[in-house]
């Protein structure tokens, strides 16, 4: 099947890289030239894990390739549109001049019939905006506009690419749905394909987040209540997740949910339900909750060094979770701009998100190159992002370098019984 993906970004590149390693034959479009340059030339654009891999097996074995000409779509029987619907500044609205754009650009290209499916995260009803700009554009072209929300994780997208839970699929054309079970039936385990109209697929993707983000917020709150009445969290949520009605995952207290989706998606949901007048107390409340929280993480930093003249603050972890060097509306990055704006010293590592986290906060903030580095003679660690390897430290070598032995651990990673043993102050969330 010939495939176009419009948008080289954080879900079209892992999507396309996907589709062309099971067989089918992609062309990526992107506006930004210099995106398209360095993926020709063979350079990866984003970190995902896994990817660069199958990037350079089917970019040299001529599956996938990238242009920023919008008639490559004229070979496609299937166009996925995965460009970006950043939130208003001030509405928080989701955006909708890219998607909108693509629509009124591709249309001319369209040749035999085609399927165009939006994959970005759109309100209710963008399916049919899609549609009339074709039409009005090309009234003769012969084309089907679904709606096929993704659902991949970042730092995970490879993975849930091609072990999806679900395939959610907004069309009520039999013979865009025909070219959708074409397009999955490549999968060595064909996955599940739920069918539904466009409008309900549209929210299932929006719904899903919103339900996910309550779900953090609400074993935070629960998180709180433990450590003012003395339980564990990790207990709690043990004993809540064994039955099968609740589930064991997205029940890890930390310092707030971050990423380019969860905040996104809640304030967009929330803005369409405001602007319906349908009331949706609960995420307008998980949406408070969360930006608070952030606030609430920097409070118990400081409280910790609060009798320290000039106290020195290391902070492990930019990005907004493991896996990733993204920092959009990270936890961590928010945590600090606080903790700066109370004139805080802080210095930072993280393995992979230095780079990109230094583009918001600049030199606000010292950048250190190991979380060892970081940790010299400060007064506290606060570790903000789950890396893998802040759970192997070796405190007993930390601990030599401090000046204070203090950690605000808001991910849970550090061993209680290690710090212990070297004398530290170790407070985690929850327990
Ligand atoms: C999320 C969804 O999980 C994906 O299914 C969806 O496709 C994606 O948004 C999207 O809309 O594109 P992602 O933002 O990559 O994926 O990250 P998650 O792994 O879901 O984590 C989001 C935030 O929640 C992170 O800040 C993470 O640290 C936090 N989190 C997650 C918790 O605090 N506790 C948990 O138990 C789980």
Redesign the pocket.
């Given at each position: 099947m010939n495939l176009a993906i419009i948008g080289t970004g954080y879900?079209g590149l892992p999507t396309g890289v996907g589709f062309a390693e099971l067989g089918h034959r992609v062309v990526c479009i992107d506006k930004i030239p210099q995106k398209i340059d360095d993926l020709n030339n063979g350079k990866i654009t984003l970190f995902e894990d896994g990817l660069e891999e199958l990037f350079d097996k089917n970019r040299k074995n001529g599956n996938i390739r990238f242009t920023t000409d919008m008639s490559a779509v004229r070979d496609a029987d299937f166009v996925i549109i995965a460009v970006g619907t950043p939130p208003h500044p001030v509405t928080k609205e989701a955006d909708m001049k890219y998607i909108h754009a693509a629509a009124d650009e591709l249309a001319q290209y369209l040749s035999g019939y085609t399927v165009i499916a939006t994959k970005s995260?759109v309100p209710v009803g963008t399916g049919d905006d899609v549609e009339r700009i074709i039409r009005e554009k090309n009234p003769t072209a012969r084309f089907d506009a679904i709606s096929m929300p993704?659902?991949?994780?970042?730092?995970f997208a490879v993975h849930d690419f091609f072990h999806p839970d679900r395939i959610v699929v907004g069309t009520e054309s039999e013979q865009a749905r025909a070219k959708v079970r074409e397009l999955y039936d490549v999968f060595p385990d064909k996955p599940n394909i739920l069918f539904v109209t466009r409008k309900s697929a549209e929210l299932i993707k929006y719904a899903?987040?919103a339900f996910?983000a309550v779900k953090?917020h609400y074993?935070n709150e629960i998180a709180d209540f433990c450590e003012r009445v003395g339980a564990n969290v990790y207990d709690v949520a043990r004993g809540m997740g064994l039955d099968s009605r609740i589930g064991n995952r997205?029940?890890?207290p930390?310092p707030g949910?971050?990423?380019?989706?969860?905040p996104k998606?809640t304030n967009a949901l929330a803005y369409m339900a405001r602007k319906e007048g349908v009331d949706l107390s609960l995420v307008e409340a998980t949406i408070a909750g969360n930006d608070a929280r952030k606030s609430k993480m920097a409070t118990r930093i400081l409280d910790v060094v609060k009798d320290i003249p000039n106290p020195k603050i290391a902070v492990w972890g930019l990005a907004?979770?493991d896996g990733t060097d993204d920092v959009r509306e990270s936890?961590a990055v928010q945590i600090i701009s606080e903790l700066v704006s109370r004139n805080a010293d802080v210095t930072a590592y993280d393995p992979k998100a230095t780079e990109t986290a230094r583009a918001i906060l600049g030199d606000a903030i010292k950048y250190a190159s190991s979380a060892a580095a970081a940790a010299e003679s400060a007064d506290v660690v606060a570790v903000l992002t789950?890396w893998p390897e802040f759970k192997d430290m070796d405190l007993g070598k930390i601990a030599k370098l401090m000046r204070n032995r203090n950690i605000i651990d808001c991910r849970n990673m550090i061993d209680s019984r290690q710090a212990a043993e070297n004398n530290f102050v170790c407070k985690g969330i929850g327990k």
């Amino acid at each position: 099947m010939n495939l176009a993906i419009i948008g080289t970004g954080y879900v079209g590149l892992p999507t396309g890289v996907g589709f062309a390693e099971l067989g089918h034959r992609v062309v990526c479009i992107d506006k930004i030239p210099q995106k398209i340059d360095d993926l020709n030339n063979g350079k990866i654009t984003l970190f995902e894990d896994g990817l660069e891999e199958l990037f350079d097996k089917n970019r040299k074995n001529g599956n996938i390739r990238f242009t920023t000409d919008m008639s490559a779509v004229r070979d496609a029987d299937f166009v996925i549109i995965a460009v970006g619907t950043p939130p208003h500044p001030v509405t928080k609205e989701a955006d909708m001049k890219y998607i909108h754009a693509a629509a009124d650009e591709l249309a001319q290209y369209l040749s035999g019939y085609t399927v165009i499916a939006t994959k970005s995260t759109v309100p209710v009803g963008t399916g049919d905006d899609v549609e009339r700009i074709i039409r009005e554009k090309n009234p003769t072209a012969r084309f089907d506009a679904i709606s096929m929300p993704e659902f991949l994780r970042e730092g995970f997208a490879v993975h849930d690419f091609f072990h999806p839970d679900r395939i959610v699929v907004g069309t009520e054309s039999e013979q865009a749905r025909a070219k959708v079970r074409e397009l999955y039936d490549v999968f060595p385990d064909k996955p599940n394909i739920l069918f539904v109209t466009r409008k309900s697929a549209e929210l299932i993707k929006y719904a899903s987040n919103a339900f996910l983000a309550v779900k953090i917020h609400y074993i935070n709150e629960i998180a709180d209540f433990c450590e003012r009445v003395g339980a564990n969290v990790y207990d709690v949520a043990r004993g809540m997740g064994l039955d099968s009605r609740i589930g064991n995952r997205f029940l890890n207290p930390g310092p707030g949910y971050g990423g380019s989706c969860f905040p996104k998606d809640t304030n967009a949901l929330a803005y369409m339900a405001r602007k319906e007048g349908v009331d949706l107390s609960l995420v307008e409340a998980t949406i408070a909750g969360n930006d608070a929280r952030k606030s609430k993480m920097a409070t118990r930093i400081l409280d910790v060094v609060k009798d320290i003249p000039n106290p020195k603050i290391a902070v492990w972890g930019l990005a907004f979770k493991d896996g990733t060097d993204d920092v959009r509306e990270s936890p961590a990055v928010q945590i600090i701009s606080e903790l700066v704006s109370r004139n805080a010293d802080v210095t930072a590592y993280d393995p992979k998100a230095t780079e990109t986290a230094r583009a918001i906060l600049g030199d606000a903030i010292k950048y250190a190159s190991s979380a060892a580095a970081a940790a010299e003679s400060a007064d506290v660690v606060a570790v903000l992002t789950e890396w893998p390897e802040f759970k192997d430290m070796d405190l007993g070598k930390i601990a030599k370098l401090m000046r204070n032995r203090n950690i605000i651990d808001c991910r849970n990673m550090i061993d209680s019984r290690q710090a212990a043993e070297n004398n530290f102050v170790c407070k985690g969330i929850g327990k």
